[in-house]
């Protein structure tokens, strides 16, 4: 059908913020992980896939942290098209902090709770669709 699987837009917007957290905050998570064993791994997704992607369709990945607590992330994930009028899907991401060694959930430690609240983005929406209406612009944006 010539566009991109469903599948391929969570996978993009992952690979997407690895790279950016390495680009814009020098934070490694393959180095993390072999340094601390320690990860994050996926609780949940919710997503909503707004336009289709096209197969070799130029698109721009955004990421935000929205929250983070002493184990737990959650993360915003956009995609646009190249000139950012159509916003063609928004994921919300929650991730547990584990320890891979006891393979349980950990804590996050006090140098790594200052870089999550370096990286956190505050936006006053409270479900995924009122922030998509902020997104597009919409009236009733707020809750």
Same mark, same amino acid.
């Given at each position: 059908?010539?566009?991109?699987?469903?599948t391929?837009?969570?996978?993009?917007?992952l690979?997407?913020? =690895? =790279?950016?957290?390495? =680009?814009? +905050? !020098?934070?490694?998570?393959?180095?993390?992980?072999? /340094?601390?064993?320690?990860?994050?791994?996926?609780? /949940?997704?919710? %997503?909503?896939y &707004?336009?289709?992607?096209m197969?070799?369709e130029? *698109?721009?990945?955004?990421s935000e942290?929205?929250?983070?607590?002493?184990?737990?992330?959650k993360?915003? +994930? !956009? #995609?646009?098209?190249?000139?950012?009028?159509?916003?063609?899907?928004?994921?919300?991401?929650?991730?547990m902090? *584990?320890?891979?060694?006891s393979r /349980?959930?950990?804590? $996050?430690? =006090?140098?790594? #709770?200052?870089? &999550?609240q370096d990286?956190?983005?505050?936006?006053?929406? $409270?479900?995924? !669709?009122?922030? %998509?209406?902020?997104?597009?612009?919409l009236?009733?944006?707020?809750?």
């Amino acid at each position: 059908m010539g566009h991109l699987f469903n599948t391929r837009f969570i996978e993009y917007m992952l690979e997407a913020r =690895e =790279e950016q957290l390495l =680009e814009y +905050y !020098q934070f490694s998570l393959f180095d993390y992980i072999q /340094k601390n064993k320690k990860a994050w791994v996926i609780l /949940k997704h919710e %997503i909503h896939y &707004l336009k289709e992607a096209m197969q070799n369709e130029t *698109v721009l990945l955004d990421s935000e942290l929205l929250a983070c607590d002493s184990r737990k992330l959650k993360v915003e +994930y !956009q #995609m646009w098209n190249v000139d950012r009028s159509s916003l063609k899907a928004l994921l919300w991401t929650e991730f547990m902090h *584990v320890d891979l060694v006891s393979r /349980k959930s950990t804590d $996050h430690d =006090e140098q790594l #709770m200052n870089i &999550l609240q370096d990286m956190l983005f505050a936006h006053d929406a $409270h479900s995924i !669709q009122q922030r %998509i209406q902020q997104l597009l612009g919409l009236p009733n944006a707020r809750p």
